[in-house]
């Protein structure tokens, strides 16, 4: 009867969590703003372009999926299965986050309270201690808001907690099984799989697992052949993993191998110290004491097994935030393998003290105290808009609301006007960069519509660089006062040029702010600037220059080529394939004829003597030439005419610093017709 009744418990907890998650998901997405950006965004694009991809071009669609894994740092693979959900009948967005909540999440809460109670514990069959294990996980902020943000990341965590689980089943240093150990080595390499920054966690489960399994299937008549089987039988996991990352990863580990992320991600690095409070703020202050609790009582417990995981535990946390810090500081999705540990220690101790209640009647009044607690901490950091007391402040986690902004009307209205604005051909640059505004939640507003009318401009200084193309753009929108998310030291990219015309300085004396301005959050207020002219190099010389003050670096790179020239032009494009743009790291300048009038290139050369105009379409058969006419006032035309995968090189010293023009004509066909033009000394 008592089985039979604890059974039926565990399959009632396990459908009320389930119910749980998904209610608790649908109440948030339904409380947000349709304002979604960046990462918010990105994951969620994915899902909804893979949706597609599988229900209309199946083998395609696993051709790419393949493509992704291979060569992308964030690959399609995490979205895939959840690709399920886009057929209920329900928004977008709300099908994409049940679908992580419901495929990732329950089963990270199902396998912590099953690895924690099958074999950390001592009692099995407690009724408390499965609820405390299993309540724990579901209630916790730090799984949950990245999970509602719209990151798949904690997908990781399933086949984290199925490694752990799989070395739980049998004695590894009894004798060398090869089968085990390859799926062992499958399960470990599958978070990297998922998610490239899991890497830094599978190098430190590498170390500890073989440990763990030592301890707990301990032998002293038999140490040192157990701990060469434990070595040769993770040495075959470990190349199961590596084998597996090179068969279908091989161009993303290469650039791993010769990338220094350190430096890329410098922006987003701070110092030890905030490292740790941003891992403890997003998992709540109130859960610190519980955390070491646990290790005192996993030090001074008699119980091998418990002390053994709890120490694994923690050489997992403090060796993995080691590695991942060396690199960045952690974000919020970044956070959940540390939290996963943590949470494991702080349930040991909650679990401990349950133990100690003498009489049932006192262990249920812990458990729904203890349940009320954490409601409360879940809907203070997750719903509740009023801001923090102090008190509340040093307890709970951050707070993660669903992602609402105030005067939204607003927002509609901006990117109403967009609309209007960009009509058929125009183009669009967004110079703000955070939670009031950017270029993607215009986009979100607009339902894609602005997606090949907006520019993308660069957002951090290290990482992007200055960006010419978007200073092309027919319109800017700026915030006053200008918007970042890393502080004005690391997004000069933004401040520089909105500070320009918003003061109609040097590049800023080509624009004119037209119609009304536009209250945002956080009583920031938007502009739309319309480009009336084209740069003069006088005004790139003096912009640039404020650049330089802060990376003389920079000079080197766009003072040569075809970067300042490019700056001053203005393009018509060509009706249907008609293109013109640079290439932001090679300065190249790739443009198109268009199919029924040409693309016209208007510039003011400076210190560029000569052009390399090459077709770059080698895929055509026929027998077609593009043309090329260089015309300029009181001076005499040129003509020149490159041959299908052939080029030519332009003597341009005559168009010298005045204004010059370029028709870029199809003479056939205009199919193939794509051209590379570059500077040459």
Not at 310 to 321: A, Q, S, V
Request: glycine letters at 4%.
């Amino acid at each position: 009867m008592k089985q039979s009744f604890f059974s039926f418990y565990k399959v009632i907890l396990i459908l009320l969590v389930i119910l749980f998650v998904i209610g608790h998901t649908v109440y948030f997405v339904t409380s947000e703003h349709n304002i979604y950006y960046w990462d918010y965004d990105g994951y969620w694009r994915f899902w909804e372009d893979m949706s597609v991809r599988i229900a209309h071009q199946p083998y395609k669609a696993f051709k790419f999926i393949l493509g992704s894994i291979n060569c992308n740092d964030y690959n399609v693979l995490p979205v895939v299965i959840p690709t399920v959900f886009s057929l209920l009948p329900l928004s977008s967005r709300l099908s994409y986050i049940l679908s992580i909540s419901t495929f990732y999440y329950i089963p990270v809460i199902l396998l912590f309270s099953y690895i924690f109670c099958n074999f950390i514990i001592k009692d099995q069959r407690s009724i408390g201690n499965w609820t405390i294990a299993t309540i724990l996980p579901a209630t916790f902020v730090a799984f949950w808001v990245p999970t509602l943000a719209g990151y798949p990341d904690i997908c990781g965590l399933v086949f984290i907690l199925l490694a752990v689980l799989y070395q739980f089943k049998f004695d590894i240093g009894d004798k060398v099984q090869i089968k085990k150990m390859i799926v062992l080595g499958i399960l470990l390499w599958s978070p990297f799989l998922l998610r490239r920054w899991y890497a830094y966690t599978v190098v430190s489960l590498y170390f500890s697992l073989p440990i763990l399994n030592y301890l707990l299937f301990f032998d002293k008549t038999r140490m040192w052949p157990k701990l060469r089987t434990i070595c040769i039988a993770f040495f075959i996991s470990g190349i199961t993993s590596c084998i597996f990352a090179f068969i279908f990863q091989h161009e993303l580990v290469h650039r791993i191998m010769n990338t220094n992320y350190s430096d890329i991600y410098a922006a987003y690095q701070s110092g030890m110290s905030q490292s740790i409070a941003s891992l403890f703020n997003s998992c709540g202050y109130y859960i610190l004491p519980f955390f070491l609790f646990g290790i005192v009582v996993a030090l001074l417990t008699k119980n091998n097994k418990q002390k053994v995981f709890i120490i694994f535990c923690l050489f997992n946390l403090i060796f993995t935030f080691f590695l991942f810090t060396r690199t960045q500081s952690p974000g919020e999705q970044h956070n959940l393998p540390f939290a996963l540990w943590i949470l494991f220690i702080a349930c040991y101790a909650v679990t401990w003290l349950n133990s100690r209640l003498s009489r049932p009647i006192f262990s249920t009044i812990f458990i729904i105290c203890m349940i009320c607690a954490l409601g409360y901490v879940d809907q203070k950091s997750l719903f509740d808009r009023n801001s923090y007391t102090e008190l509340q402040a040093a307890f709970l986690p951050s707070k993660h609301l669903p992602l609402r902004v105030d005067n939204y009307s607003n927002y509609l209205q901006l990117t109403k006007d967009i609309e209007q604005l960009a009509g058929n051909s125009k183009t669009i640059t967004i110079l703000s960069s955070n939670h009031v505004l950017n270029d993607e939640m215009i986009n979100t507003i607009s339902g894609q519509k602005l997606s090949n009318h907006i520019i993308f401009a660069s957002q951090v200084d290290l990482r992007d660089k200055f960006r010419i193309n978007p200073f092309l753009s027919d319109y800017i929108i700026v915030v006053d006062p200008p918007q970042t998310h890393l502080g004005e030291q690391n997004q000069r990219v933004i401040t520089i040029p909105v500070n320009n015309l918003l003061q109609k300085i040097n590049i800023g004396k080509a624009y004119e702010k037209i119609g009304h301005s536009y209250q945002l959050d956080g009583n920031a207020t938007a502009w739309i600037y319309k480009k009336d002219r084209s740069f003069t190099h006088d005004e790139i010389f003096d912009f640039l220059n404020q650049y330089y003050q802060y990376y003389p670096q920079w000079k080197s790179i766009y003072n040569q080529g075809l970067y300042t020239s490019f700056l001053t032009a203005h393009i018509t494009k060509g009706d249907v394939y008609g293109g013109g743009n640079i290439d932001e790291l090679t300065g190249d300048i790739f443009t198109h004829p268009g199919d029924n009038t040409p693309t016209i290139i208007e510039w003011v050369l400076k210190d560029v003597p000569k052009l390399k105009i090459q077709s770059t379409n080698n895929e055509c058969n026929q027998q077609d030439t593009i043309k090329i006419l260089i015309l300029a006032d009181g001076l005499a035309s040129k003509e020149v005419s490159i041959p299908h995968g052939g080029d030519v090189v332009v003597d341009m010293m005559p168009w010298q610093n005045i204004l010059s023009k370029m028709v870029i004509e199809k003479n056939k066909s205009s199919g193939c017709d794509a051209l590379t033009i570059s500077a040459v000394k």
